[in-house]
T-cell receptor
Framework: AQSVTQLGSHVSVSEGALVLLRCNYSSSVPPYLFWYVQYPNQGLQLLLKYTSAATLVKGINGFEAEFKKSETSFHLTKPSAHMSDAAEYFCAVSDGTGGYNKLIFGAGTRLAVHP | DVKVTQSSRYLVKRTGEKVFLECVQDMDHENMFWYRQDPGLGLRLIYFSYDVKMKEKGDIPEGYSVSREKKERFSLILESASTNQTSMYLC?????????????FGSGTQLSVL
């Protein structure tokens, strides 16, 4: 069965500092991996996704993530945090079965950015 | 702009009531999903549908049912609401594909069962 583990339910960084949000996955087949972001009082929106085309994936708002098969990881990074990055971030995995796009989500990491 | 619209932002119901949560998408998506979101647990899939009148159980279907009579509308039904169903409910939709399609989410319905 597939699963996702996000290390750290809360991460706090200073404005301008590196953002690193950790995600490890478990999958018996080559996975599709996603990062979604949820701003207060909103639904989730896609930041980026890995679909085996390239191991380093660039997303919106300056975020990127690197797929490392040997470490079963898909960590999200941003070189310089902005106050507007404060949100909850979810890592998710799909095995692509049936084309249903059924995602299994991690527990989420809440990012706080302070001045 | 593409939209997934959930009928209520906040809902308060009493134990034992039958509750309907409605979701409408305007993107002609084949797939629709209901998730519940709880602090520390992330999003958990309740049910999904890949076509009109078709439905599949997710990871936590107990106590819920769904209906998809039209392609654009997916309803979640709590047959007899209980306090442990107090949660944020998120609807999502996507095109069919290889399993890597983007999900579009509604803004959520915060349900409180008293």
């Amino acid at each position: 069965a597939q699963s996702v583990t996000q290390l750290g339910s809360h991460v706090s960084v200073s404005e301008g500092a590196l953002v690193l949000l950790r995600c490890n996955y478990s999958s018996s087949v080559p996975p599709y991996l996603f990062w979604y972001v949820q701003y207060p009082n909103q639904g989730l929106q896609l930041l980026l996704k890995y679909t085996s085309a390239a191991t380093l994936v660039k997303g919106i708002n300056g975020f990127e993530a690197e797929f490392k098969k040997s470490e079963t990881s898909f960590h999200l990074t941003k070189p310089s945090a902005h106050m507007s990055d404060a949100a909850e971030y979810f890592c998710a995995v799909s095995d692509g079965t049936g084309g249903y796009n059924k995602l299994i989500f991690g527990a989420g990491t809440r990012l706080a950015v302070h001045p | 702009d593409v939209k997934v619209t959930q009928s209520s932002r906040y809902l308060v119901k009493r134990t034992g009531e039958k509750v309907f949560l409605e979701c409408v998408q305007d993107m002609d998506h084949e797939n629709m999903f209901w998730y519940r979101q709880d602090p520390g647990l992330g999003l958990r899939l309740i049910y999904f549908s890949y076509d009109v009148k078709m439905k599949e159980k997710g990871d936590i279907p107990e106590g819920y049912s769904v209906s998809r009579e039209k392609k654009e509308r997916f309803s979640l039904i709590l047959e007899s609401a209980s306090t442990n169903q107090t949660s944020m409910y998120l609807c999502a939709s996507s095109f069919s594909g290889q399993g890597n399609e983007k999900l579009f989410f509604g803004s959520g319905t915060q349900l409180s069962v008293l």
